[in-house]
């Protein structure tokens, strides 16, 4: 049979380009009614009182008073209410949905609707949540002896950086419809997680699994940002279903997707550094802070991803980690691919650039110095226990973007930078753990169907699990199966986040097609589950943080050439180089999308992609102003897989989908740096930034 | 509901708009969103609209009385494949929306929207564009820069319609064109700078220099350029600190959601250092 990672047709390919697929705007439910939503304009205030116009008939008011169970949204801190209660705590923040069959007339009623407030003083920045010790959530660990090898330091530098805010733009906006029939509720909709969209309803109805069913219809993109959020707009399409007797739809427009829904935490990123007399790095003080916005939610485990990442690929032997997450009356950061991840490596990567031009040393020749090797410990006292692969990923990357000899003869205005990165498989600490992903194979007849609760947004995963199933078996890919995951009928393999679809929920699904395959001929239909247990050597303690942060790492390097107009200070990528080792790639076109669809968002992160938010308003509130990279703005991507193969990934896989974006925007930065010759300590780096920057 | 009227020709046109009170519409790109709801609704529209776009004394791109005569109606991509459009104006074009959006979006249009950041405006400007506008009293002509008002607000009557774009036919020896935006498409500008020179025997005969995006409206001085006409080149670099402080008092930009004032006043007098200094040199 042949090599797995051979391209095969994406087998959702043809109905998305001919346009046949359905997504949840263009499904119609008998007699369904539709929703709008009525926010707060407040970033903080008491509501007084709402004044609600009479109503016409068939048109209804759902708001907290309607919610039969628990008003607060079911993620990891669960403090995000469905509908606000007594009080707003961000602009956008939902109060009410006005539902009718007439979008006409909800419009009208709407307008009419008038809420008084009582506004309360509200924390707008970071520096002030700071200030005033709001914080989520903080962590803190260390590794060696931190204090004394500051005490032994010829040296001592600091540094700090700071990243902006991003938003998915995932090309269909959030969507929902919920059904109430029979005492059962029925959520379709786009989203990452359809059993973290069922738990959320349970809790926010107060009813038992079997009464909640969750479909997910086709997904057009995600990024993260259907992570957590469709489990706020389902429980209040739900509790809008129960209330009115019939399906009701929940539709964000693109400007209000943007406004409301959960974006890329900001962060604030401080670095104390101690050299000894020979200018070598002996210890690292790292303090992450990110902008949480006004609810907690996700953004614990966003933290603890950067905090595990902060050293990125290297091994420092005294480190003081720590970090918080900020309480700010803001819209609610969120789950977005890398997942705080790049924060941090953007961080670490530009202080190594900034470390190795204080100390005249070629920025590559000075990582390496502390590059991360087999056997090395992590910054929690974990193992790297797979084959550390960066000299030859390194090799492969200067080989094809000539990067010693481009840094040797850079000129003013034109410059190159590089950055070494590497992410965690999986959920991170216990998370795989108390997950216990499960699959099942059903065969019938000569057909195997998947049934998983891990969803196709694009990325691939409905080609590369059939792949993996079809070749474990040794049947044809045709008869290989795979439906749009519904919860009354797909177990809970987890959520389709982390990086772990292809490595966790494929590295289960091979294993069951492999005991399918010895059971084969047991009859006609046959059912085969596994579920996720931990490789034996991996050891996480939750309340230290110590020890195996991640089961296993993907790794890579990015080279960016620039060329900076020396009037407008517009930055013209020339040239980007990309090489990886991601185990092995199940489907290499597939991959090759996800490293270029990775490094251009991590480009626009890095360029063009400015949101601000002023008194706690976002100031770039449609895509006229808030812009993505287009195929015309980068020059074609070249890269390369390294393989090494992982011992517990299916094939050999890892994690490949949020690695790709970690490590471009230090690439394109520290181009920057090296083209004008000015320290770059923020993304986006704008025209208007340098401009400041070189201005001194 | 919106009420509409879709006349068959101009004279049916300028009668519905004599007789009402409509809101002309061309290809919609900036109409449609600007007055958009939500997502299954029509746009809400103050008045009945009045569809323009179809009109055939309106479209046409041709040479009349040694003038190019540009209908109001064409479109942008009706604009980019005829080979009478002059090559700036097709720049400034090219860098405008996406091909689908050119294909609605019209040059009457974006004179009438009278955008500070409507890329056409600044070309305009610098070739001396003169509206024609058409009512049932007739035709009246007016140079751009007295049609358009400020963000938004133009000369044009009520029951008026913007018929066409006279252009006169120029030769330049030196053009610099640069428009800053977000990306390199689709994208609004944050400035942009068109630079039109004649030089014989090293002085500069003529000279036309416009600013887009950094004014309520194009900037444009045709008493700046009168003084640096008959400059030579080394005269020009003496005098390019008068000429900067002379354009620096028009330049008024602002802080928005897609750059600063700060950076659209200083890269606006770069580019206008960039070229007198050294396009013309």
């Given at each position: 049979m042949k090599e797995i990672s051979k391209p095969i047709r994406k087998v959702d390919d043809q109905d998305k380009i001919e346009g046949k697929v359905r997504y949840i705007a263009d499904i119609e439910f008998e007699g369904m009614l539709f929703a709008k939503t009525l926010r707060s304009g407040r970033p903080r205030a008491r509501i007084r009182s709402i004044e609600i116009p009479e109503?016409?008939?068939g048109y209804f008011i759902v708001d907290a008073?309607?919610?039969?169970?628990?008003n607060r949204v079911k993620m990891?801190?669960?403090?995000?209410?469905f509908f606000a209660e007594?009080?707003?705590?961000?602009?956008?923040?939902?109060?009410l949905l006005v539902v009718g069959p007439k979008k006409e007339t909800i419009f009208e009623i709407i307008e009419k609707i008038k809420i008084r407030y009582e506004d309360l003083n509200p924390i707008l920045t970071m520096e002030d949540a700071e200030r005033k010790g709001k914080t989520f959530i903080d962590y803190e660990f260390t590794k060696g002896d931190p204090d004394k090898a500051f005490e032994m330091a010829e040296k001592v530098i600091e540094d700090e950086f700071r990243t902006g805010y991003q938003e998915h733009i995932y090309l269909e906006p959030q969507g929902v419809v919920g059904i109430c029939e029979d005492g059962k509720v029925t959520i379709y909709g786009a989203m990452q997680c359809p059993y973290y969209v069922k738990g959320a309803v349970m809790e926010g109805l107060g009813w038992?699994?079997?009464r909640v069913r969750v479909v997910q219809t086709?997904?057009?993109?995600?990024?993260?940002?259907?992570e957590e959020y469709p489990s706020i707009i389902a429980g209040q399409v739900v509790v809008a279903a129960l209330k009115t007797g019939r399906p009701v739809q929940l539709i964000f427009d693109r400007d209000e997707d943007i406004m409301v829904t959960t974006k890329r935490h900001p962060s604030v990123t401080e670095y104390r550094v101690g050299l000894d007399?020979?200018?070598?790095?002996t210890v690292l003080d790292i303090n992450i802070k990110l902008d949480g916005g006004a609810y907690g939610g996700l953004s614990g485990v966003v933290l603890q991803r950067a905090l595990f990442t902060a050293t990125g690929v290297y091994n420092i032997p005294n480190l003081r980690v720590r970090g918080s997450v900020l309480k700010t009356n803001k819209v609610p950061s969120g789950a977005f691919r890398g997942f705080g991840a790049p924060q941090a490596i953007f961080g670490i990567e530009m202080l190594m650039h900034h470390l190795a031009e204080k100390l005249g040393r070629v920025p590559l020749d000075f990582k390496m110095d502390y590059a991360l090797k087999t056997k090395d410990t992590t910054s929690?006292?974990?193992?790297?226990?797979?084959?550390?692969?960066l000299p030859e990923i390194i090799k492969e990357v200067e080989k094809m973007s000539d990067y010693r000899r481009k840094h040797k003869e850079s000129r003013k205005f034109r410059g190159i930078g590089l950055s070494l990165f590497l992410h965690g498989c999986?959920?991170?600490?216990?998370g795989e753990e108390s997950i216990k992903g499960k699959v099942t194979l059903r065969k019938k007849g000569k057909d195997v169907e998947i049934l998983t609760s891990s969803v196709e947004m694009g990325q691939g995963a409905t080609t590369t699990l059939r792949k993996i199933v079809s070749k474990s078996l040794s049947?044809?890919?045709?008869q290989v199966l795979y439906d749009n995951p519904d919860t009354e009928r797909v177990p809970?393999?987890?959520?389709?986040?982390?990086?772990?679809?292809?490595?966790i929920v494929g590295g289960l699904l091979d294993s069951a097609a492999k005991e399918l395959r010895e059971r084969?001929?047991?009859?006609?239909e046959i059912e085969v589950s596994k579920i996720y247990k931990h490789p034996g050597y991996i050891k996480w303690d939750d309340k230290l943080l110590?020890?195996?942060?991640?089961?296993e790492y993907s790794w890579g390097a990015n080279v960016v050439e620039v060329e900076i107009d020396?009037?407008?200070?517009e930055i013209e990528v020339l040239g980007i180089w990309a090489v990886y080792?991601?185990?092995?790639?199940?489907?290499e076109r597939i991959i090759q999308g996800q490293i270029e669809g990775g490094i251009t968002q991590g480009l626009g992160y890095a360029t063009i992609e400015v949101m601000d938010s002023v008194d706690g308003e976002l100031?770039?509130?449609t895509l006229t102003d808030y812009k993505i990279p287009t195929?015309?703005?980068?020059p074609k991507i070249e890269s390369k897989l390294v393989r090494n193969p992982y011992?517990?990934?299916?094939?050999g896989a890892k994690c490949a989908g949020e690695l790709p974006f970690v490590g471009a925007a230090p690439a394109l930065a520290s181009a920057v740096e090296n083209a004008l010759s000015v320290p770059i300590n923020r993304i986006p780096v704008t025209p208007e930034y340098l401009l400041e920057v070189l201005s001194g | 509901m919106v009420k509409a009227f879709r006349p068959v020709n101009l004279d049916e046109a300028l009668n519905i708009r004599k007789e009402n009170r409509v809101i002309p519409i061309a290809g919609g790109t900036d109409l449609m969103v600007q007055k958009r709801r939500w997502a299954g609704l029509t746009p809400s529209f103050e008045y009945p609209l009045l569809f323009i776009g179809h009109i055939e004394e309106l479209r046409g791109i041709r040479i009349q009385d040694d003038r190019l005569r540009i209908g109001s109606a064409s479109s942008f991509n009706e604009l980019l494949e005829n080979?009478?459009?002059p090559s700036v104006l097709k720049d400034a074009i090219s860098g405008m929306a996406s091909y689908p959006i050119r294909n609605m979006a019209t040059i009457g249009g974006n004179i009438c929207n009278a955008?500070?950041?409507?890329?056409t405006l600044p070309v305009l400007y610098s070739l001396d564009a003169v509206l024609i506008l058409s009512s049932l009293k007739g035709e009246r002509r007016i140079p751009i820069e007295e049609f358009i008002?400020?963000?938004?607000?133009?000369?044009?009557?009520?029951?008026?319609?913007?018929k066409g774009i006279e252009i006169p036919q120029y030769d330049f020896d030196l053009y610099f064109y640069k428009k800053v935006g977000?990306?390199?498409?689709?994208s609004l500008s944050k400035i942009s700078f068109l630079g039109l020179a004649n030089i014989t025997d090293d002085r500069i005969k003529d000279i036309k220099v416009s600013f887009g995006a950094v004014a309520p409206s194009v900037v444009r001085s045709r008493e700046i350029e009168s003084r640096i006409k008959e400059l030579d080149r080394e005269e020009i670099v003496k005098e390019f600190n008068n000429i900067k402080e002379m354009y620096s008092e028009l330049i008024a930009p602002i802080d928005d959601a897609r750059s600063t004032a700060h950076y659209r006043k200083v890269i606006s007098l770069r580019l206008l250092e960039a070229f007198l200094t050294k396009e013309v040199q």
């Open positions: 109503l016409p008939d008073n309607d919610i039969p169970g628990k990891v801190i669960n403090d995000h209410p007594g009080e707003v705590n961000y602009i956008g923040e939902p109060i038992d699994e079997d086709t997904t057009g993109g995600a990024f993260g940002g259907k007399g020979n200018g070598r790095i929690t006292g974990g193992i790297i226990r797979g084959e550390v692969k999986g959920f991170t600490g216990k049947i044809p890919i045709t809970d393999s987890g959520p389709t986040v982390a990086s772990r679809t292809v490595m084969w001929d047991e009859g006609d110590k020890g195996d942060a991640y089961p020396p009037i407008t200070y080792d991601i185990g092995v790639a199940i489907d100031v770039q509130r195929s015309m703005d980068f011992k517990y990934g299916p094939y | 080979t009478l459009t955008s500070p950041a409507g890329d008002k400020g963000p938004g607000i133009t000369n044009l009557k009520d029951d008026e319609i913007l977000i990306g390199k498409v689709t």
